[in-house]
């Protein structure tokens, strides 16, 4: 009975490879596998054989790209390896269009397939897809590069790292702070870096019974000791800014280098308290009087 159902079933496959142009004893015939099979394989072959190679030149064009991007003195490290993941993944597309064709499929189709794919994903991944687009356009325009001292969507660090979804600071205190591209570029961005100096100013009371043009002397002529502090665009600057109702308040302006920011402003509260103590300059602070009843 088993044998019998088995025959069964063997004729009825049989049957149906009949009716679609195909026999099994095509299998056992080495013309056919030759005429029909061998074809294809050697499609899927070449196909395989772009694919590699294709692979191969496309990292290299990548490599080439970055390289030579680099050498403008317009690109710096971040934009040279943008251009050049650019450069890599736009051969990439083509060679896989290529090893797809090579097989038989209709490129047109694949296309029009990619396309609505591409859609569907943008829909589902708007937010992530508009920081990709920030990214891009902070890669071009590049309002800050790495190692630049920056205030961006309201928080300030060094910049360390950026990549095509975020921007990564490292602040003053040692923390890191990732921002998303998205929020970085639709906000407003301060590089205190990309000028190449800073000016420091720093305001100090003094008692109103005080010489005025002795203490702007002493402000002056303290600020330019430090080794710090340039002489261009301007030297030592220092004016009376407010009345105060206990204190004359003299602002020192003074320019330096980026890097040397926090130093010559924690420097010189330090050296010049000490040079009014010295020439009997009086910085006034709160009292209180306590009367008996």
């Not at 772009?50 to 390289?67: C, E, F, N, P, Y």
């Not at 396309?115 to 990709?132: E, H, K, P």
Request: contains cysteine; proline residues 3%; hydrophobic residues 45%.
């Amino acid at each position: 009975m088993q044998d019998a159902t088995v025959a069964e079933a063997a004729e009825t496959a049989g049957e149906a490879a009949t009716g679609l142009g195909f026999s099994f004893d095509n299998l056992t015939n080495p013309e056919w596998w030759i005429g029909t099979v061998g074809p294809y394989a050697l499609k899927v072959f070449l196909a395989l054989m772009i694919l590699w190679i294709g692979m191969k030149i496309a990292r290299w064009v990548g490599r080439k790209v970055t390289k030579l991007s680099m050498k403008s003195p317009a690109v710096d490290e971040t934009l040279g390896n943008f251009i050049g993941s650019l450069a890599r993944y736009a051969v990439a597309a083509m060679v896989f269009v290529a090893a797809i064709g090579q097989v038989g499929v209709q490129t047109a189709s694949l296309v029009a397939m990619l396309g609505a794919a591409t859609l569907a994903i943008g829909l589902a991944l708007q937010g992530t897809l508009s920081n990709v687009a920030a990214g891009v356009m902070l890669m071009l325009f590049r309002p800050y590069k790495l190692g630049d001292y920056v205030e961006v969507a309201g928080k300030e660090g060094v910049v360390n790292d950026m990549n095509i979804f975020t921007t990564n600071l490292a602040t003053v205190d040692n923390k890191e702070v990732i921002i998303a591209n998205g929020e970085a570029w639709g906000s407003t961005i301060q590089n205190f870096t990309s000028l190449g100096l800073r000016r420091v100013d720093v305001d100090y009371g003094i008692h109103y019974d005080d010489d005025i043009d002795k203490a702007i002397k002493i402000i002056n002529d303290t600020a330019a000791k430090h080794p710090d502090v340039l002489s261009e665009p301007e030297g030592p600057w220092a004016k009376v800014v407010t009345l105060n109702e206990s204190s004359v308040d003299i602002q020192s302006r003074v320019w330096c280098k980026p890097e040397h920011y926090w130093d010559v402003m924690f420097d010189l509260k330090k050296s010049i308290k000490e040079a009014f103590d010295k020439n009997g300059i009086t910085i006034p602070y709160p009292t209180s009087i306590e009367l008996d009843g």
